[in-house]
């Protein structure tokens, strides 16, 4: 079953590479791929983008970004294509 969000198509699953890359949530619309990661802790910084990085190179031209998501109020830029957004801004 594929879930419906704001009349489009949104596919959910995960990665796991036999390189040891994992990512928590993939959502791969007809638009492209975005990169979810879950973090449960107040700080994060550019270290937190590297799995979404690396992401980014086996997805290839489908992904469209990346999401840090972790537990605080900021939104922040961790690297070329990857932010870190408030859980409660994501999700509340």
Same mark, same amino acid.
């Given at each position: 079953? #594929?879930?419906? %969000? @704001?009349? #489009? $198509? *949104?596919?959910?699953?995960?990665?796991?590479? %036999?390189?040891?890359?994992? +990512? /928590?949530?993939?959502?791969? $619309?007809?638009?492209?791929?975005?990169?979810?990661?879950?973090? %449960?802790?107040?700080?994060? /910084?550019?270290?937190?983008? #590297?799995?979404?990085?690396?992401?980014? @190179?086996?997805?290839?031209?489908?992904?469209?970004?990346?999401?840090? *998501?972790?537990?605080? /109020?900021? *939104? @922040?830029? @961790?690297?070329?294509? +990857?932010?870190?957004? %408030? /859980?409660?801004?994501?999700?509340?």
């Amino acid at each position: 079953m #594929t879930p419906w %969000s @704001l009349g #489009t $198509r *949104v596919a959910p699953s995960y990665l796991r590479t %036999s390189g040891g890359l994992e +990512v /928590d949530l993939l959502l791969e $619309r007809q638009e492209g791929i975005l990169a979810f990661e879950f973090k %449960s802790r107040p700080r994060v /910084d550019a270290r937190n983008a #590297t799995g979404l990085e690396r992401a980014r @190179l086996v997805l290839g031209d489908r992904y469209r970004g990346g999401i840090v *998501v972790y537990q605080r /109020d900021q *939104v @922040l830029r @961790l690297s070329e294509t +990857v932010f870190a957004v %408030s /859980d409660w801004v994501l999700l509340g």
